[in-house]
């Protein structure tokens, strides 16, 4: 992992938000983030982070699943809610079968098992970034074409009509 | 939608693909069907598909291998994964393969047909980018019988100009970035895109450009605020990392809340 000397003034690159319990975790988490470039926020329960992204806007979410206040599917679903373009990745200690299912059905971008080391989740983060950077740019492209295909086709009705 | 969307079942039980098949071309799917993963990914790169219906447990190739060369390869394919074998390992290989659904037989085939109602409705916008791209092929084949050389300006000199600013020098048509004070071998050899980012920071260090005028710069086509921060996110990234490895330079490049992205002089 590269890691970044001076992390209060380089750019961000994400807005991360990390809710994790276990308050070791969570600001162990945020360093290493920083010092990878991103900006990270910490929140250690469910209505706290809830809170957090009514608030700010964020690019991604490292969710732990069991939290103290509400279950971790439930903060996802919500949050989803809030901020449909959220990308969420799931850490977490105990997970089952269920929780897994749906994280799938609400589109996690990964899942990963405690403990996970600093560099595979810096690296989770940025496939994430990167898969969603390149869905982005094929939608872009794809508009451009298709406004270009309805321009080609006017002018060709312009020109039937002469 | 003109074309009804197209399925593929991949199931080695002869039972549940005829049946699962027989409900969905009642609702008007087209479906094709493969026994095995080999065969599922000979039907992928044969003809397109929208969604694949995939059981976990086949011979041979196992279902999340399938799952997840099918992902690679076609990311614009929509995963359901039916299995009878449900567990934590090949749900987690689902979300990491992007699958958006998980369904655990026993299941009656009123609900896989359900589910899959439900993810094609969902995403539509995937399937109106599947009818472009085949109305743009057919554009293309109709295109390359022109001659198209006359259409097209000629390429652009290239830009062979060195840009410097505070401590960075940027080799443009090199596509390299180094501390003036270091010597060219230790200069960080840069991507088309990241050159183009740098070197419009560059031009005018201390001044604030916003994403959408990088992204723009960089694509060369309009998009959206939010889209072109999606696009830079990683080649951001990439930059910083480079600028603070090999130019000494860790916080040239600065975030300006939402507003864009600058260049600090140091």
């Not at chain 1, 938000?17 to 926020?41: F, I, N, W």
């Not at chain 2, 076609?74 to 987690?92: K, M, R």
């Not at chain 2, 270091?182 to 994403?211: F, K, N």
Request: proline fraction near 4%; charge should be negative.
């Amino acid at each position: 992992m590269q890691e970044f000397p001076s992390r209060r003034k380089a750019a961000w690159c994400a807005r991360i938000l990390v809710v994790d319990d276990e308050p070791r975790l969570a600001s162990g988490l945020q360093r290493a983030l920083t010092l990878a470039g991103h900006e990270a926020d910490t929140a250690g329960y469910g209505r706290r982070a809830l809170e957090a992204l009514q608030t700010r806007v964020y690019d991604l979410m490292i969710l732990d699943l069991a939290l103290p206040d509400m279950s971790g599917i439930q903060v996802m679903e919500r949050a989803l809610q809030l901020q449909p373009d959220l990308l969420v990745i799931v850490l977490t200690g105990r997970s089952n079968l269920e929780s897994v299912i749906a994280a799938v059905k609400l589109h996690a971008a990964d899942y990963l098992l405690k403990p996970s080391g600093l560099a595979e989740i810096i690296e989770a983060v940025v496939a994430a970034l990167q898969r969603r950077a390149a869905q982005v740019r094929e939608r872009v492209a794809l508009r451009t074409v298709s406004q270009a295909l309805e321009i080609l086709q006017q002018s060709d009705a312009g020109d039937a009509a002469e | 939608m003109s074309e009804p969307a197209s399925i593929l079942i991949v199931d080695d039980e002869a039972y549940v693909r005829t049946s699962v098949g027989r409900a969905l071309e009642l609702s008007g799917y087209a479906v094709q069907m493969a026994a095995d993963g080999e065969e599922a990914l000979q039907r992928l790169a044969a003809a397109t598909c929208d969604l694949m219906l995939l059981d976990l447990r086949l011979p041979g190739m196992s279902g999340t291998a399938v799952m997840r060369t099918a992902s690679q390869l076609y990311p614009e394919l929509l995963i359901i994964v039916l299995t009878g074998y449900a567990d934590e390992e090949s749900a987690i290989a689902a979300v990491q393969s992007g699958a958006v659904d998980y369904l655990c037989k026993p299941i009656s085939v009123h609900q896989v047909v359900a589910a899959v109602d439900i993810t094609l409705r969902a995403h539509t916008d995937r399937l109106r980018r599947r009818a472009l791209m085949q109305a743009l092929a057919q554009t293309m084949e109709a295109l390359a019988a022109l001659p198209l050389e006359r259409f097209i300006e000629p390429a652009r000199p290239r830009n062979d100009s060195t840009l410097r600013a505070g401590s960075l020098v940027l080799d443009v048509a090199r596509r390299q970035v180094r501390a003036a004070d270091h010597g060219e071998d230790r200069a960080a050899e840069l991507t088309e895109e990241e050159t183009a980012v740098l070197a419009a920071l560059m031009a005018q260090p201390g001044r604030i450009i916003s994403a959408r005028v990088l992204a723009r710069g960089v694509h060369g086509q309009e998009m959206t605020e939010w889209e072109a921060e999606q696009l830079l996110r990683p080649l951001v990234f990439e930059l910083c990392r480079k600028l603070a490895s090999h130019a000494g330079r860790p916080d040239a490049m600065r975030n300006a809340r939402r507003a864009g992205y600058f260049l600090a002089v140091d």
